[in-house]
């Protein structure tokens, strides 16, 4: 049985907010935690809404909720992905050349556990830089995408790309503003980030 049906059970979907508790304090050391759960955690403690999906269904309907959320209906969308467009074409969305764009919806290459960051490629955003895109993303991504660290996730598309290596490789890790200063941030965009995590193992 996989960790995320362990921790959600099967058959309803959860959102941040019903298992706030799991994650919000870490009673035990990070390097004690599996690759599923460590993700999990630092993608929360870095700002990001995350949303585990059984099956494409709720994929379609979590995505739905966000619109909903948002207030998104009918709105401009950043999509450079096909296999994307129909999930926009069902709730009205305008992709063709967006003038004002009010986010993202991208897959991504990998999930990267250590970091709690996502990593994008040229076939996900192009050539744009993070702080060129909208500051409100939304990723499908599935489970089996989850890499330890990042020279894992860079590892994953050399494999997968033999030939058509894509460019433009770039980690997105601040979901949140910093409440104070923080250096570690410095040069980085937070964006609001929502990720449509579906199982496939």
Not at 27 to 49: A, M, R, T, V, Y
Not at 128 to 141: D, G
Not at 165 to 179: G, H, L, S
């Amino acid at each position: 049985m996989s960790f995320f049906k362990k921790i959600f059970g099967s058959g309803n979907a959860s959102s941040d907010e019903e298992n706030e508790s799991e994650y919000s304090s870490n009673p035990i050391s990070e390097s004690h935690l599996s690759i599923d759960e460590q993700f999990i955690f630092n993608f929360k403690k870095n700002g990001g809404k995350f949303l585990y999906c059984e099956n494409k269904q709720e994929v379609e309907e979590q995505f739905e909720n966000i619109l909903e959320e948002n207030d998104w209906f009918e709105s401009e969308v950043l999509c450079y992905e096909p296999a994307l467009f129909s999930l926009l074409d069902e709730n009205k969305l305008f992709y063709n050349s967006p003038a004002n764009p009010k986010f993202l919806l991208a897959s991504c290459e990998n999930l990267i556990a250590d970091e709690g960051s996502i990593l994008f490629s040229s076939k996900q955003i192009k050539q744009n830089k993070p702080n060129e895109l909208p500051a409100n993303i939304v990723v499908i991504a599935t489970t089996s995408q989850i890499r330890c660290i990042k020279s894992d996730g860079l590892s994953a598309i050399k494999r997968k790309y033999e030939r058509d290596y894509p460019t433009n490789i770039t980690t997105i890790k601040y979901f949140e503003k910093a409440k104070e200063e923080d250096f570690t941030q410095y040069g980085s965009v937070a964006k609001n980030m929502y990720l449509l995590l579906l199982e496939d193992l």
